[in-house]
């Protein structure tokens, strides 16, 4: 595989499995540290409001939501939702304008499939979300990446845009915050990218699914704010921000004041290709008003205080193992890219043999770059507690000294 391609046998749940199968199970006393998947639940640091908890449990027993709800949603979601989202928008989103989705994945399922068309192209982020391309391929949508750009921030190359684009092209996805890169884009970069995207004719998905991760210069801004320049779907859901991502509640939502998706067909076609989805669960649904409408502030910034200290403290590791390299501090979302250097290893042919023999060796669990598009790279997620990723660096250290060629140091 040539360095920045993807394939579409790759999966980050895949690969994790297998990293995982490799851990030897003779290896006594001591623990499987993962950084590689980005659940936070998986840490007793991060975990859900009683608000979201106690207003599951009220719609659940309340026997009111054991039926189905309707293929689009429970309207009493929608318009929460809508109302949420508005609350960052220079204008107002109305129920019609949700439709509640199994998690942001079949969101992205949803967006793709409405725009796929015989000979149709879209842009895709790289590194970005492999769940983008494997839908693409599915649909039969030409791919066509887009480098990030690490110098700058992961900001997307919209020079590239300008020469990848063509009549064909349906949409560009934005990432924001980013996943896997952990950049926040400024105000001033969204504007150019819906400018670009309007030049060029194309709408724009917006992936918000960590929506309000940002800790740190730059604001979350959506980019809804932009509608009125370029057509938006944006993509969210309660998973990051609420830590719930089993509860797979989602949401596609069209944010275009201007009216391009108010054309009686279009709406036809989203609502028909709701018929034959399946939604999250009705309870589930009930409980969403009161979850976005009551969690307390404090949770949300006691959760981006957690993320920044975590990814300090990966920071400060990196710099102390010479084998990775990062070159942008993380400003948001729950991961990061580090940058491999294989010249200063022995007998490591590239990220995912990195990965294989750090599993195998020191039971810790890091996303080879590949997964994300960017071969000799590695994503580290640190949405987890500091123990856990202090114990993790310890043993890429000692990982990097065992392997270390002798003319480099040694630490």
Known sequence: ???????????????????????????????????????????????????????????LLSNKFHGYSPTVGLPQARRAIAEYLSRDLPYKLSLDDVFITSGCTQAIDVA????????????????????????AKFRHLEVRYVDLLPENGWEIDLDAVESLADENTVALVVINPGNPCGNVYSYQHLMKIAETAKKLGFLVIADEVYGHLAFGSKPFVPMGVFGSIVPVLTLGSLSKRWIVPGWRLGWFVTTDPSGSFKDPKIIERFKKYFDILGGPATFIQAAVPTILEQTDESFFKKTLNSLKNSSDICCDWIKEIPCIDSTHRPEGSMAMMVKLNLSILEDVSDDIDFCFKLAREESVILLPGTAVGLKNWLRITFAADAPSIEEAFKRIKCFYLRHAKTQYPTL
């Open 112 to 135: 793709l499939s409405m725009l796929a068309r015989p000979r149709a192209n879209i842009l895709l982020p790289r590194p970005g979300f492999p769940i983008y391309e494997l839908c």
């Open 1 to 59: 595989m040539e360095n920045g391609a993807t394939t579409s046998t790759i999966t980050i749940k895949g690969i994790l499995s297998l990293l995982m199968e490799s851990i030897s199970e003779d290896e006594e006393g001591k623990r499987v540290v993962s950084l590689g998947m980005g659940d936070p639940t998986l840490y007793s640091c991060f975990r859900t409001t009683q608000v979201s908890l106690q207003a599951v449990s009220d719609s």
